[in-house]
């Protein structure tokens, strides 16, 4: 099992000021049409190119539209790369935009 974080949970996270690092894994269109505040977009084809650009120390939360392929980008950089550091926000930003920030746009 794919180590998860509920939208609730990352809420509190980042509103104690915890230092997470937010990596969107969709498609620069959905990126544009509505995201996480903070979030850095590396759409999930472009993962093994760029994963350097996602912090291999501290936390990092993983974030697609329902959790799929943010799940897909975890289980890559956990089992090809030796990340220990993910997690996959479950439900993804339908269930931020539900359960946290209704401001945030649903498609």
């Not at 509505?34 to 759409?43: H, Y």
């Not at 990340?83 to 746009?105: C, F, H, M």
Request: hydrophobic share 45%; with cysteine; charged share 25%.
């Amino acid at each position: 099992m794919l180590p998860d974080l509920t939208p609730a949970a990352l809420h509190a996270r980042l509103a104690a000021g915890e230092d997470i690092q937010l990596v969107d894994v969709r498609e620069e269109m959905e990126f544009d049409y509505c995201r996480i505040a903070g979030s850095v977009l590396i759409p999930l084809g472009e993962v093994p190119r760029r994963a350097a650009e996602i912090r291999p120390d501290g936390p990092v939360v993983l974030i697609c539209h329902h959790g799929v392929r943010s799940a897909q980008a975890l289980g890559y950089l956990q089992h090809r790369l030796g990340r220990q550091n993910l997690l996959n926000l479950k439900g993804g930003i339908d269930a931020w935009s539900r359960d946290v920030d209704p401001t945030v746009a649903m498609y």
